[in-house]
């Protein structure tokens, strides 16, 4: 089936340093993507998400882009700190027929240097 | 506002035993979603609930999962027998119907290890 994968399994970045975190997906149809964020012994926390019809949205310190050309998402944190240190999953959703379980991919670690 | 709830949060059990998962959903949430995340992978969704009714099941290997919402709010997934594969985080999401967003709300999940 299809699914959703993301380009680096490890991302290193320095406190207070801007890190983006990419993804590739690759069913059109998909109507929202979403980003979640995944500490240690938790389950998945909401970050933000974008309807497909959208091609930018941002929220507290972070902004998602879409680009569905190339089918391309990605994750923007702003000034990044200790506690954004986590895997980092897209995901997407195709909610056409009332399913809409989300298909994840693989995830992002990312490590914040001091 | 309280969020989704699992038990037990780890389990330990031999293969060919039988092992329950329970989840409790975020108050008023009518969808409800099972998935399973293996070691290094994002989470995959095992079956997905409308209420009390099933909306989507075609990734449970039925032979040997089974899940039931039967008064439409508390859920409990079950393995029997479980096997050494079935290893993994068990996570239970919820969302509220209403909405069309993406936005599914997950609990903290239930770590099984099958020896």
């Known amino acids: 089936g299809e699914s959703v994968g993301l380009h680096l399994p490890t991302l290193s970045v320095q406190e207070g340093d801007n890190s983006i975190i990419n993804c590739a997906y690759s069913?059109?149809?998909?109507?929202?993507f979403i980003w979640y964020k995944q500490e240690s012994g938790k389950g998945p926390q909401f970050i933000i998400d974008?309807?497909?019809?959208?091609d930018k949205r941002q929220g507290q310190r972070v902004t998602v882009l879409l680009n569905k050309t190339v089918k391309h998402l990605s994750l923007q944190i702003a000034a990044t700190q200790p506690g954004d240190s986590a895997v980092y999953f897209c995901?997407?959703?195709?909610?056409?027929?009332?399913?809409?379980?989300?298909?994840f991919g693989k995830g992002t670690h990312l490590i914040i240097q001091p | 506002e309280a969020g989704v709830a699992q038990s037990p949060r780890y389990k330990i059990i031999e293969k060919r035993q039988s092992v329950a998962f329970w989840c409790n959903p975020i108050?008023?949430?009518?969808?409800l979603y099972w998935y399973q995340q293996i070691l290094g992978q994002g989470p995959k969704l095992l079956i997905q609930?409308?209420?009390?009714?099933?909306?989507?099941d075609s990734q449970l290997p039925k032979d040997r999962f089974s899940a039931e919402r039967l008064k439409g709010v508390d859920s409990t997934l079950k393995i029997q027998p479980a096997k050494l594969e079935d290893s993994a985080v068990y996570l239970c999401?919820?969302?509220?119907?209403?909405?069309?967003?993406?936005?599914?709300?997950f609990g903290p999940g239930t770590r099984l290890l099958v020896l």
């Open positions: 108050s008023g949430h009518a969808t």
């Open positions: 069913n059109s149809a998909s109507d929202y």
């Open positions: 995901a997407e959703k195709n909610s056409g027929g009332g399913a809409d379980g989300l298909t």
């Open positions: 609930f409308q209420n009390n009714g099933v909306v989507d």
């Open positions: 974008i309807r497909s019809n959208m």
């Open positions: 999401a919820s969302s509220p119907r209403a909405r069309v967003s993406g936005t599914q709300y």
